[in-house]
């Protein structure tokens, strides 16, 4: 089994500010089948990023990924208010599919 | 547009059975792998369970193993998840997703707004 693991818990910014995601994988995944999704307080998660760097359809341009192999990053360039939210990684290569702890943002 | 919607939670006392169900529409389901996500309360995202669009394979998580099972009808645009055995530590909200292809190798591109499982004697 694949176990992710993200940092930090949790980071406080303000609107404007950019914020940047970890997540380490405990082995290599697959084809850099991996993915990132937000989820806010009382809703279901949104689909952001997979292949580890191709946003999804609709998604801002101000969201990027990038990394490869065990270590992968989510970018925001520039918060907005809606942003905040928690933050998923997850890698679809190998069964279990499994997600990391997830990394919290809130307003500092 | 894509639609998601899970059914079929409440309160069960532990080693008690549920089947959830996930009726989707808005596009073509027959074509699409469905997966089952849960989320206990206050915690993190599980990945459960996956499905192919034909049924030809099923993946479990080692938690749930022996004790659920992932089914769909292509017929009735419906996914399901039988769970059997049931244990407090599986009282969770559970989400259906819709994967971005027929096969295990694809993100959870369209997610259900969950239905709240609650284990307790």
């Known amino acids: 089994e694949i176990v992710l693991t993200q940092s930090p818990g949790t980071l406080s910014l303000s609107p404007g500010e950019r914020a940047t995601f970890s997540c380490r994988a405990s082995?290599?995944?697959?084809?850099?089948?991996l993915a990132w999704y937000q989820q806010k307080p009382g809703q279901a998660p949104r689909f952001l990023i997979y292949?580890?760097?191709s946003r999804a359809t609709g998604i801002p341009d101000r969201f990027s990924g990038s990394g490869s192999g065990t270590d992968f990053t989510l970018t925001i360039s520039r918060l907005e208010p809606e942003d905040f939210a928690v933050y998923y990684c997850q890698q679809y290569g190998s069964s279990p599919f499994t997600f990391g702890p997830g990394t919290k943002v809130d307003i500092k | 547009q894509v639609q998601l919607m899970e059914s079929g939670g409440g309160v069960v006392q532990p080693g008690g059975s549920l089947r959830l169900s996930c009726a989707a529409s808005?596009?073509?389901?027959?074509?699409?792998?469905m997966h089952w996500v849960r989320q206990a309360p206050g915690k993190g995202l599980e990945w459960v369970a996956f499905i192919r669009y034909d049924g030809s394979n099923k993946n479990y998580a080692d938690s749930v193993k022996g004790r659920f099972t992932i089914s769909r009808d292509n017929s009735k645009n419906t996914l399901y998840l039988q769970m059997n055995s049931l244990r407090g530590e599986d009282t969770a909200v559970y989400y259906c997703?819709?994967?971005?292809?027929?096969?295990?190798?694809?993100?959870?591109?369209?997610w259900g707004q969950g239905t709240l499982v609650t284990v307790s004697s």
């Open positions: 808005g596009f073509t389901f027959s074509y699409y792998g």
């Open positions: 082995q290599s995944v697959s084809s850099s089948y």
């Open positions: 292949g580890a760097s």
């Open positions: 997703a819709k994967a971005d292809g027929s096969y295990e190798t694809n993100p959870l591109v369209y």
